[in-house]
């Protein structure tokens, strides 16, 4: 999430988020902000607009912005002004004299529900582990075919960002590609029979994948600058068409891709082991997502949480939140069902279809029934406003900066 604001008469007026957020803007002119935008529109955003006068806040009223920005202007105690304000799209209208950095970090915070809600009924969820064989993979498959079979009117895809051959190809029998992920890229419009085309497969009866890498340069190819903007615009297009989108990214990773994949979602969930040095490792990721903005959608998963040496609930919560401003807990732990999941890694099956009554398999649907309950799809209509079409002005603008 970025935090960007405008203020002509005091640029520095919120340089106190930036001791909350990891990216913050400020800007003298809203024409700074625009041609930002332009390049930045993967990415959350929280506009924060300081005005004086109508004139400055009429200048916003045709500019086109997406449903990830949350517009909050700030202006003086004006009736008339925060009247207008709501007309034109802004989403909170903030008195001068109640706005220091406290009620607007309150703002922020609550921005994050509204634009996932904005997004529309699907819900793409992030898996990401703390190290290899901490159980993303299995975790994040056997959801995934889980979400198929318990809701059987709704339409799941599963993604494997694997850096090398993905191991998820061989549990949905795909185990020699013609298509993977790298050629979605080589679709020029967003159409759905191109991308059925192009590797988008059905492996069940609502159930879709698109089959992983299988070496390891693909990979290399999929985070070029052009090739991450193509699979972004491929999943903004994508989850109209599907209620779920479960993507395994494995080890969590500062990088580009990954950093854009989590931003778009709408659950992160990191894996992890119950012990005291996965607990210092899981530490450093927390730093990131805690500044990050995302910590209101970020959930902790114990996996083998009964397994020898374990930490408890609360030293994990200790551990993980301190020196922070926010709290960090485990959400979900996973059994160490060691029996069963062993055997199913070995022959390549998922849990769900052989043993579904299992320790692990009880603790999943638990999982579901918390993170993905059926009735969440239905989408809130006042929540899913039009922003005003941008003009033609602003079009040339645009593609000046662009």
């Given at each position: 999430?970025?935090?960007?604001?405008?203020?002509?008469?005091?640029?520095?007026?919120?340089?106190?988020?930036?001791?909350?957020?990891?990216?913050?803007?400020?800007?003298?002119?809203?024409?700074?902000?625009?041609?930002?935008?332009?390049?930045?529109?993967?990415?959350?955003?929280?506009?924060?607009?300081?005005?004086?006068?109508?004139?400055?806040?009429?200048?916003?009223?045709?500019?086109?912005?997406?449903?990830?920005?949350?517009?909050?202007?700030?202006?003086?105690?004006?009736?008339?002004?925060?009247?207008?304000?709501?007309?034109?799209?802004?989403?909170?209208?903030?008195?001068?004299?109640?706005?220091?950095?406290?009620?607007?970090?309150?703002?922020?915070?609550?921005?994050?529900?509204?634009?996932?809600?904005?997004?529309?009924?699907?819900?793409?969820?992030?898996?990401?582990?703390?190290?290899?064989?901490?159980?993303?993979?299995?975790?994040?498959?056997?959801?995934?075919?889980?979400?198929?079979?318990?809701?059987?009117?709704?339409?799941?895809?599963?993604?494997?960002?694997?850096?090398?051959?993905?191991?998820?190809?061989?549990?949905?029998?795909?185990?020699?590609?013609?298509?993977?992920?790298?050629?979605?890229?080589?679709?020029?419009?967003?159409?759905?029979?191109e991308f059925f085309k192009n590797g988008l497969t059905k492996v069940y009866d609502n159930l879709y994948i698109i089959p992983g890498i299988q070496r390891h340069t693909e990979w290399e190819v999929l985070e070029k600058q052009e090739n991450i903007q193509r699979f972004l615009n491929f999943i903004n297009f994508i989850k109209g068409r599907f209620d779920y989108i479960i993507m395994d990214v494995g080890l969590f990773e500062d990088v580009e891709l990954e950093i854009d994949v989590q931003e778009i979602a709408d659950n992160i969930f990191v894996i992890t082991e119950f012990n005291i040095p996965a607990m210092s490792i899981l530490?450093?990721?927390?730093?990131?997502?805690?500044?990050?903005?995302?910590?209101?959608?970020?959930?902790?998963?114990?996996?083998?949480?009964?397994?020898?040496?374990?930490?408890?609930?609360?030293?994990?919560?200790?551990?993980?939140?301190?020196?922070?401003?926010?709290?960090?807990?485990?959400?979900?732990?996973?059994?160490?069902?060691?029996?069963?999941?062993?055997?199913?890694?070995?022959?390549?099956?998922?849990?769900?279809?052989?043993?579904?009554?299992?320790?692990?398999?009880?603790?999943?649907?638990?999982?579901?029934?918390?993170?993905?309950?059926?009735?969440?799809?239905?989408?809130?209509?006042?929540?899913?406003?039009?922003?005003?079409?941008?003009?033609?002005?602003?079009?040339?603008?645009?593609?000046?900066?662009?």
């Amino acid at each position: 999430m970025i935090i960007a604001y405008v203020s002509k008469a005091d640029r520095e007026c919120y340089n106190d988020l930036k001791n909350e957020y990891t990216d913050v803007k400020n800007f003298s002119h809203i024409d700074e902000f625009i041609s930002f935008y332009a390049v930045s529109k993967n990415r959350d955003v929280v506009f924060i607009y300081r005005i004086d006068t109508k004139e400055e806040l009429l200048k916003i009223k045709d500019i086109y912005f997406s449903s990830n920005i949350y517009i909050i202007v700030v202006g003086p105690d004006s009736t008339e002004l925060s009247l207008l304000a709501g007309k034109i799209g802004v989403d909170a209208y903030v008195n001068v004299a109640k706005s220091g950095p406290a009620d607007i970090k309150k703002l922020i915070d609550e921005s994050q529900t509204i634009v996932k809600r904005r997004r529309g009924k699907s819900n793409i969820s992030v898996f990401t582990g703390i190290s290899g064989g901490v159980g993303t993979t299995t975790i994040s498959m056997n959801l995934a075919k889980t979400l198929a079979d318990t809701y059987l009117d709704k339409n799941v895809l599963f993604l494997d960002f694997s850096h090398t051959k993905a191991i998820s190809n061989l549990f949905f029998d795909v185990i020699n590609p013609k298509k993977t992920l790298i050629d979605i890229l080589s679709v020029q419009e967003l159409d759905v029979e191109e991308f059925f085309k192009n590797g988008l497969t059905k492996v069940y009866d609502n159930l879709y994948i698109i089959p992983g890498i299988q070496r390891h340069t693909e990979w290399e190819v999929l985070e070029k600058q052009e090739n991450i903007q193509r699979f972004l615009n491929f999943i903004n297009f994508i989850k109209g068409r599907f209620d779920y989108i479960i993507m395994d990214v494995g080890l969590f990773e500062d990088v580009e891709l990954e950093i854009d994949v989590q931003e778009i979602a709408d659950n992160i969930f990191v894996i992890t082991e119950f012990n005291i040095p996965a607990m210092s490792i899981l530490k450093t990721y927390i730093d990131i997502i805690d500044k990050s903005g995302w910590y209101t959608k970020t959930n902790i998963i114990a996996n083998r949480s009964d397994s020898f040496g374990t930490v408890t609930h609360q030293e994990a919560k200790n551990i993980l939140s301190q020196g922070l401003t926010h709290e960090f807990s485990i959400s979900t732990a996973f059994p160490n069902d060691a029996k069963h999941l062993r055997e199913c890694w070995n022959e390549a099956k998922l849990v769900t279809d052989i043993y579904p009554s299992c320790p692990f398999m009880e603790e999943l649907n638990a999982f579901l029934s918390k993170f993905f309950p059926k009735d969440e799809m239905k989408s809130d209509q006042k929540t899913l406003q039009k922003r005003t079409p941008i003009n033609n002005s602003l079009i040339a603008r645009l593609k000046r900066w662009l």
